[in-house]
């Protein structure tokens, strides 16, 4: 088992929809959350970064973490098609020295 | 202010050939960092730094060498490529708000 499991997708939604991309960990250590979106041949952009369990909101981006089920979801609000990319969670442990990606889940956003 | 910046973008290598993967920092960060991104893999951590002096290893470190002699320099070394390590690759460095990567080296090893 890996220790984060993600969807590949593809997902294909349609400009306006709300996306909800998630992630699960296996490991109850982990302790810092990260989504980070990558377009095609350019490096992971920081999107969401959270240390505890909740919501976080920034713009049209929201991250949630259930520590208790070991799931974190990212949502996207008011999809646009610049919004179309591989999306990469990553979580980290003590010291959040090494983090553990997914291997992504490839969201089109379709106009 | 031009953040990570990694060179060469793209590198084609014959196997058994060795080579250095450069990064450089402008943010002062003590972390930096080398992952390494397949199909499939996701990105897996090669080795990092957290500090000059001071690297440790990784999820997949054989095959590669690293030395932090400054703050803003943190270079990857191949020193006998192989076709296994054809990837791209990513440096990172860390503060408090989580970590930012660079825009990558394309690495191709025939």
């Known amino acids: 088992q890996k220790e984060v499991e993600q969807d590949p997708g593809p997902l294909s939604v349609p400009e306006g929809a709300i996306v909800s991309l998630n992630c699960t960990y296996s490991?109850?250590?982990?302790?810092?959350f990260m989504w980070y979106r990558q377009y095609s041949r350019k490096g992971p952009e920081l999107l969401m970064y959270t240390y505890s369990s909740g919501n976080k909101e920034d713009g049209r981006f929201t991250a949630q973490v259930d520590k208790s089920s070991k799931y974190i979801s990212l949502f996207i609000r008011d999809s646009q098609p610049s919004d179309s990319a591989t999306y990469l969670c990553?979580?980290?442990?003590?010291?959040?020295?090494?983090?553990?990606f997914g291997t992504g889940t490839r969201l089109t956003i379709i106009p | 202010n031009a953040g990570v910046t990694q060179t060469p973008k793209f590198q084609v290598l014959k196997t058994g050939q060795s080579m250095t993967l450069q990064c450089a920092q402008d943010m002062n960060h003590e972390y930096m960092s080398w992952y390494r991104q397949d199909p499939g893999m996701g990105l897996r951590l090669i080795h990092y730094?957290?500090?000059?002096?001071?690297?440790d290893q990784g999820e997949v470190p054989n095959g590669y060498n690293v030395s932090r002699s400054t703050t803003e320099d943190f270079p990857l070394r191949l020193l006998s490529a192989a076709p296994s390590q054809t990837s791209v690759y990513f440096c990172?460095?860390?503060?408090?708000?989580?970590?930012?990567f660079g825009s990558g080296t394309r690495l191709t090893v025939v």
């Open positions: 730094s957290v500090g000059a002096g001071i690297t």
């Open positions: 990553a979580i980290g442990g003590r010291g959040n020295e090494k983090l553990t």
């Open positions: 990172a460095t860390k503060n408090n708000y989580g970590y930012t």
């Open positions: 490991n109850s250590a982990f302790q810092y």
